[in-house]
């Protein structure tokens, strides 16, 4: 099993909104390394939520990927945000996966918290100007923020 974190506005999917509806498609990533990882995912592995764009942000809770290797349907659709015109059904440039949720944690780790506690190459989400919403997290760490709940 990997570890990642997966970043949302709470304004616009949160963690009581993952809760509410058990599952949910990751749709709307457009960044090449984010998809990257995106496509590395197995089922079953474990996903940091977090929560960007709100004060504070951190870490709100644990999902897990259901499903995994799952074409974008945003970048077929041209009423959608994500819509990609050069994206075409028989090769499709994004994927995604399907989560699930595990827990909502009972006391949010904030970034200021993370910042004290890991360094930037041990917690991506700490590095100054990092804006990538999905990023890999190492057994150790995962195990450390496992910790801290």
Do not use: C
Not at 42 to 70: C, E, W
């Amino acid at each position: 099993m990997n570890y990642w974190l997966m970043k949302s506005e709470p304004a616009v999917y949160g963690i009581h909104d993952l809760a509410r509806d058990k599952q949910t498609i990751w749709d709307g990533v457009r960044n090449y390394q984010a998809r990257n990882f995106l496509r590395a995912m197995k089922t079953g592995d474990r996903v940091f939520f977090y929560h960007s764009n709100t004060a504070p942000p951190g870490i709100v809770g644990l999902m897990q990927v259901a499903k995994s290797g799952i074409d974008d349907p945003t970048q077929f659709d041209p009423q959608s945000h994500y819509y990609d015109p050069k994206s075409m059904p028989e090769s499709p440039r994004w994927q995604t996966v399907i989560v699930e949720f595990v827990q909502e944690f009972p006391t949010l780790i904030s970034l200021n918290i993370l910042k004290q506690t890991f360094s930037p190459d041990d917690l991506w989400v700490v590095r100054p100007g990092n804006r990538l919403s999905v990023m890999p997290v190492s057994e150790a760490v995962a195990e450390k923020l496992l910790a801290m709940v």
